[in-house]
């Protein structure tokens, strides 16, 4: 709960004039008109070594009674920050640490994890978003933050900014008489809900699902509007495939015009999620799929949970996690056992391959459907979203695909705030797929997922590469459990990944690469100006950093082009324990190396996919020697390994990775062995 007004004023005046005590006098902050966040959040443009900068409202998020603030945090300066004060005309409302505590489910699990860190070892984390609840309809308001250090002095105040609340809304209730859903888990409310959906046509109106459980098939959301979830709410996923219609699906990149004739291409028609918002051609043609042809504003919102009926759980069907709380736990199947393991996955899948003739809108079919492509094309996400510009994620659980998690295509000014992900261990189940989209804030939630976590494509070959990059996206204040890699790239890289900014995020036994950059020599494209810093790893089950150009799974259906390309990937400020201890419940690893690099299968002297890598103040200990292969023109700075399994020398570079520094590293390569601990 927030601070009360009359409270907050004479917290206010005592944090300020003891801030004020310890620090310089500071001038009246400049005021921003502009509140919008911008790629200048994710780039680092414009940010202050003495003040939070660039704070701002992402799009969507602020409704009649509630916003959420982001900002970035002081660069380079020479106190510690510990904590941010956020400031509401003038008075205090609260510290971000606590206002993540309040509001959002990562922070029970981030405060958990440095109660274990006992000995200091991990670098700290910090939330700089604040969720502002409790305002007044039509209300106007100034908002400025600024940094707590650990002597206890405040920094100078960031630019304020000024926001006006909305109107009231109105408001449908999916259980109203004309409507008539039933919240009873066994009656069908597709009809239902969409209609209250189809009817909710005044600007920024709400559908409510109320408490219970409503079970539906496919829904599709329009422009200007809010789907609230209510406390105790779930959306229950129908188990039959008749119930997510093919022909509302969608493509997952646009069909190029005129269509490419070269036999290796082919593009399936999907079947829609349980959520969605799809051009009415399927995103078929690239004008559907420009951000805001979908649609524009869409919110989701509320505590209630989004059930996608994906798979069966596993005979316990849940575990107790390292907070004590209760995750479920769903059976880790395939395509082999679909048929027994899955929910609706099973259903789809079965329908598929009994009715190859009937799956319509395969672009450029094959003689015959590989089951491969069955199993992977004709399975519902749990959302899907498509050509949409300014779209707000709060709150809700998302549970149990039959595929992947939450799916952003070809849109913009997408914000993912406080939601919690348990999707472990269904098949393909990544947490944010994030496809040609740009301008992403993903902050303070939590995962636990059955595949990547939050991830990123851009589209395949040559034809991939006239797509969208997915671009500008800002990853901060999230506790990523499980999961294949936590930041995940490719391995779709053709239009490119680009600017990417991960920062303040705990990961903990995350299964293939904290940061993920997979690929091949044939995708075209990559991943560039990745920064990926001031985190905390810990109980990995192989690998901490991933950058390949090997990648094993490479996907049939693209015309291949040139080899993909990683460059200008910063890590820095990261702590690393463990990729081969089973101190915390993960099998042991012995041949996974800490830091993978491979340049791909034609990588020689004259080779440079893989180059301008920097390492700086990343630590490691219980870890596996790395093994890096062509990796150019890199630097690592203060880099310390203080334990390596068999007490070896953790360096392993091939005879093509040249050009690269190593500056304090320790130990450095050659043949000395870790020290056994690591200055910080």
Not at 50 to 61: D, R, V
Not at 369 to 391: A, C, E, H, P
Not at 436 to 464: C, E, L, P
Not at 642 to 670: E, I, M, Q
Request: proline letters at 6%; hydrophobic letters at 35%.
């Amino acid at each position: 709960m927030d601070t009360p007004r009359s409270l907050a004023v004479v917290l206010a005046l005592s944090l300020s004039l003891a801030g004020l005590a310890a620090s310089p006098a500071v001038a009246a902050p400049d005021k921003k008109t502009d509140n919008s966040c911008t790629t200048a959040n994710v780039r680092l443009e414009g940010v202050s070594s003495s003040a939070p900068s660039n704070l701002c409202i992402p799009a969507a998020s602020s409704d009649d009674t509630s916003l959420l603030l982001v900002w970035n945090k002081p660069e380079g300066g020479s106190l510690e920050v510990v904590d941010y004060r956020v400031y509401m005309d003038g008075a205090i409302l609260g510290s971000s640490q606590e206002n993540a505590r309040q509001n959002a489910p990562a922070q029970q699990y981030i405060d958990s994890f440095y109660s274990r860190d006992t000995d200091g070892f991990h670098v700290k984390t910090l939330a700089h978003a604040f969720k502002v609840t409790g305002l007044r309809q039509n209300s106007l308001h100034d908002f400025s933050v600024r940094a707590v250090h650990s002597d206890g002095s405040l920094s100078a105040p960031s630019a304020t900014i000024t926001q006006r609340m909305a109107s009231p809304t109105h408001r449908s209730v999916v259980t109203d008489p004309q409507f008539g859903a039933v919240g009873d888990g066994t009656t069908l409310n597709t009809r239902a809900i969409q209609k209250a959906i189809d009817d909710c046509s005044t600007p920024n109106c709400t559908v409510v699902i109320p408490s219970g459980t409503f079970l539906t098939g496919a829904l599709f959301l329009h422009s200007n509007m809010t789907l609230d979830l209510a406390p105790g709410a779930r959306l229950l996923g129908s188990d039959r495939w008749q119930d997510y219609p093919l022909e509302k699906g969608y493509y997952l990149y646009g069909i190029p015009d005129p269509v490419p004739t070269e036999a290796s291409y082919t593009a399936y028609l999907r079947p829609p999620s349980l959520i969605n918002v799809i051009p009415e051609d399927n995103g078929r043609a690239e004008a559907g799929r420009v951000p805001g042809a979908g649609a524009d504003n869409v919110r989701i919102v509320g505590t209630g949970t989004i059930d996608g009926n994906g798979w069966k759980r596993t005979s316990p069907g849940s575990i107790v996690d390292e907070t004590g709380a209760s995750l479920p736990q769903y059976v880790a199947s395939s395509a082999s056992k679909v048929a027994t393991d899955g929910i609706l996955a099973a259903s789809q899948v079965t329908h598929a391959r009994e009715n190859t003739a009937d799956l319509i809108g395969i672009v450029n079919p094959p003689a015959t459907i590989s089951d491969s492509s069955l199993y992977g094309q004709y399975r519902s996400s749990l959302m899907t979203f498509v050509g949409v510009k300014n779209l707000y994620l709060d709150g809700f659980s998302a549970e149990n695909p039959a595929f992947h998690g939450v799916m952003f295509l070809d849109s913009a000014n997408v914000t993912v705030y406080g939601t919690r992900h348990t999707t472990f261990n269904t098949n393909n189940g990544d947490g944010l797929e994030f496809g040609g989209t740009s301008n992403g804030i993903v902050v303070n939630n939590f995962f636990d997922t059955g595949d990547d976590v939050v991830n990123f494509a851009a589209g395949q070959g040559v034809y991939g590469a006239q797509g969208r990059p997915s671009s500008d996206v800002w990853i901060a204040g999230n506790y990523l459990r499980k999961g294949h890699g936590g930041v995940a790239i490719g391995s779709h890289t053709a239009a490119w990944v680009e600017n990417i900014l991960a920062e303040d995020n705990v990961m903990y036994t995350t299964e293939t690469g904290g940061l993920r950059m997979k690929s091949t020599s044939d995708m075209a494209g990559g991943a560039r100006n990745i920064t990926f810093r001031d985190t905390a790893m810990a109980c990995l089950a192989t690998n901490a950093f991933i950058a390949s150009l090997a990648y094993s799974q490479s996907p049939s259906g693209y015309v291949p082009a040139g080899s993909a390309t990683f460059t200008d990937i910063k890590v820095s400020n990261v702590s690393v324990d463990g990729n081969n201890t089973t101190t915390c419940a993960m099998p042991t690893s012995t041949k996974n190396p800490v830091i993978l690099v491979e340049a791909g299968p034609a990588v020689s002297a004259s080779t440079a996919t893989v180059s301008g890598f920097s390492f700086d103040h990343v630590r490691f200990r219980n870890v596996n020697p790395t093994s890096i292969q062509g990796l150019v023109s890199s630097q690592f700075t203060d880099v310390c390994f203080a334990s390596v399994l068999g007490n070896v020398n953790p360096w392993k570079l091939d005879a093509y990775s040249t050009g690269n520094s190593f500056v304090r590293v320790s130990p450095p390569p050659g043949t000395s062995k870790p020290t056994g601990s690591c200055t910080q």
